[in-house]
């Protein structure tokens, strides 16, 4: 019995063993342990069908038809090269219906076989940080979308290689943008965040000013949080945050919503090319980044910049271009001048033409870094499809001095900040643009206001640049003024310390420009000598430029105003003829463009100034006559104008544009009386008090602020 039973008991362990066993062995490496929530980094499976469905239409055909095209080509073992690849891989697989699992797997093999090897490396060596932390934040989305695809076994080796991989880099240190971005993107698809990334958006937002201008440097604008695909992670990662919810701070920041008006708009150049300033080169330009549509999420206004700038260039195929924008770019729109009271003023002509001109006053108030320079009323200008003028280069501390940068020194000191007291005054119109920036504490107990002038291009005469620098300093000081045309062969001596022209051959866009420099205030010396264009050990061959050095005694008491004239042109446009209008009282020129004469002044603001048949009071004016008719004029910081029956008077000191009957005013408070014809019929802002009025002619009482006028 005993024998019996220990039989069957035995028998029954190796029965039930043995079952144990077969099921072991014949339990499948399904899917029964996968999770079930993905994708949803960037988009939800119930979205596949609506994404499909407008393939067969523009845009959206070109980024399909570019999608399949990569997968089918595979990918260079390089970290940009497999960006562009498992991103299109990804879309391939939602688009292409019959080969979804073909599409998956080229995404899995891609993380196995070759985002494995992929030398990632932490410390100093930028290479081995960024490039490769942007990718992988394009594999994790990739992977998320296809996970339903995969087996258990390959998604757990797509996770190993990615975990291994991006945790040989900290979670903070250089670069900490890139490193939040794709730590904080595979935490979320792990499930370990869910809540706010209060380090990032603070990171973001320290990137731009309240006004939303880059305070770091254009280049780095765009490649940051303008989304750049060198690090697309950067910015990338605040779409993963508001596609899952987890924080929706970033598409309706009105700062951030600000900074891509500005970035898409004015930040480039008529022939869409960055305006230089900060740690860039003229080398560098601005590429067909995949985030760059997702603009729809934020604002309007800048996606119709964007469509501008992207006119005619469709989005490669990709999940960042094809599914995370929310809707199609709108019709382009041409950006118009503006001004940033934290930031600078940046104007540009209002045609859309590549050879228009574009300048910037940059002057940010706050949130200065590494790639800052000292190039407070700094000046970058374009035209003719180049950059006229260039900087110290890159990178860091060797580029930064002011004298390495389009702005003014007193008796050789270097700026004490990067910071400077901001716009503190203009205004941009049909035909001049104006503002004025304020040094703040760049220049210790020094004052610098820098004032810059775009005259538009008309049908009769080519537009042109205008800088009146006032300085107010200690007697016995000298300032030194810099400008840095992009010019590394000889610049022409046209008049002894008078005027100069420059070919635009440092690294011109289009050949055959020149700038010409006229100086309405005559200098002490003029001193041209060669200024290095980046640092010399990081780009050993790189050329240096050539700079002029205009240097000025101030007066009795301490104060120096100086004007000077930039004005571009090449091989079709003719420069114009400068002719110094020689009188002891103030410093002025004329230039002539065929029949278009303008009559440039410097003169003290106590005396009233008569010359050509212009009468005015002021420290700059400009008026412009076409034949003999009278056609605009311009007054800064002045009580009256006449010429020819046109004219103001005021009872304190303001500038002043006017053309016809329509034109813009700065007061700090004052009665103003214009004159001209049909001047009466003007009309102000509802703030504007009407004094009284005539057929040519309105009196009004202005508060302080900016105020237009027209008929």
Request: include cysteine; hydrophobic fraction near 35%.
């Amino acid at each position: 019995m005993n024998l019996i039973n220990t039989f069957f008991v035995s028998f029954g362990l190796i029965f039930i063993i043995g079952s144990c066993n077969k099921e072991k062995i014949e339990q499948p490496a399904d899917d029964s342990q996968k999770e079930t929530h993905h994708p949803f980094l960037i988009v939800k499976k119930d979205q596949f069908n609506s994404l499909r469905e407008k393939s067969s239409i523009e845009p959206w055909k070109s980024m399909k038809e570019d999608a399949l095209e990569r997968s089918d080509n595979g990918s260079k073992t390089s970290a940009y090269n497999l960006q562009y690849y498992v991103g299109a891989a990804a879309l391939a697989y939602i688009l292409d219906e019959e080969k979804t699992d073909v599409h998956a797997t080229r995404v899995k093999n891609a993380i196995v076989d070759q985002y494995s090897k992929l030398e990632v490396k932490d410390g100093g060596d930028w290479g081995g940080v960024v490039p490769n932390m942007g990718s992988f934040f394009v594999a994790i989305l990739a992977l998320d979308i296809v996970y339903d695809a995969l087996s258990l076994e390959d998604i757990q080796a797509c996770e190993n290689v990615i975990k291994n991989q991006i945790f040989k880099i900290a979670r903070e240190g250089s670069w900490v943008d890139v490193r939040y971005g794709t730590h904080g993107t595979w935490d979320i698809y792990k499930g370990d965040r869910t809540t706010p990334d209060d380090k990032y958006y603070a990171g973001i937002l320290a990137q731009i000013t309240p006004d939303g201008v880059s305070p770091v440097t254009n280049h780095y604008a765009w490649e940051r949080v303008g989304g750049g695909n060198s690090r697309v992670s950067k910015s990338g990662y605040m779409d993963v945050l508001e596609f899952t919810g987890i924080d929706n701070r970033y598409y309706d920041n009105e700062q951030i919503q600000k900074f891509q008006r500005w970035l898409f708009g004015l930040s480039v150049n008529c022939s869409k090319e960055m305006a230089i300033f900060g740690d860039m080169l003229p080398t560098q330009g601005i590429s067909n980044d995949m985030l760059h549509r997702r603009v729809v999420n934020f604002d309007m206004e800048a996606a119709g910049y964007a469509a501008w700038f992207h006119e005619g260039t469709p989005a490669i195929g990709n999940i960042i271009t094809y599914i995370i924008p929310q809707k199609v770019l709108p019709e382009p729109v041409v950006p118009s001048s503006k001004l940033y009271e934290n930031g600078g003023a940046f104007f540009r002509e209002k045609e859309d033409d590549p050879n228009g001109l574009h300048a910037v006053l940059y002057n940010i108030k706050s949130q200065d870094e590494w790639h800052t320079h000292n190039e407070v009323n700094g000046l970058a200008l374009s035209g003719y499809g180049n950059r006229l003028l260039v900087n110290g280069g890159r990178l860091g501390e060797p580029t930064r001095a002011a004298e390495l940068n389009n702005t003014l020194t007193i008796n050789d000191k270097n700026h004490n900040s990067r910071l400077g007291g901001g716009i503190v005054d203009g205004f941009t119109t049909d035909g001049f643009d104006f503002a004025v920036g304020n040094d703040g504490q760049a220049l210790s107990s020094n004052k610098h206001l820098r004032n810059l002038m775009l005259v538009h291009s008309t049908a009769d005469a080519k537009g042109f640049f205008i800088l009146i620098d006032e300085v107010e300093a200690s007697v016995g000081d000298r300032v030194k003024n810099y400008l840095h045309p992009a010019n590394q062969t000889t610049i022409s001596e046209v008049t002894s310390k008078e005027e100069y022209t420059a070919a635009i051959d440092h690294y011109p866009t289009v050949n055959g420009a020149k700038l010409t420099f006229y100086y309405v205030t005559p200098p002490e010396e003029i001193n041209i000598e060669k200024s290095q264009s980046a640092v010399p050990d990081r780009y050993p061959s790189y050329p240096d430029h050539s700079r002029l050095e205009s240097v000025y005694n101030v007066d009795d008491e301490g104060n120096k105003n100086m004007a000077t004239v930039l004005f571009p042109h090449n091989f079709i446009t003719l420069k114009a003829d400068f002719q110094r209008i020689q009188d002891e009282n103030f410093n002025g020129c004329t230039v002539t463009q065929g029949s278009v004469v303008d009559y440039i002044f410097e003169a003290p603001a106590e005396k009233e100034i008569n010359s050509s048949e212009i009468s005015f009071q002021g420290e700059f004016c400009l008026a412009r006559k076409v034949g003999n008719s009278n056609s605009f004029y311009f007054v800064r910081n002045g009580i009256k104008f006449s010429s020819g029956g046109s004219g103001f008077e005021s009872d304190n000191p303001i500038s002043i544009y006017a053309k016809d009957t329509k034109g813009a005013i700065t007061s700090l408070g004052s009665k103003v009386k214009l004159a001209g014809n049909g001047m009466g019929s003007v009309q102000f802002d509802s703030s504007v008090e009407v004094l009284s009025s005539g057929a040519d002619f309105i009196e009004v009482q202005l508060p302080e602020g900016t105020f237009y006028f027209k008929k």
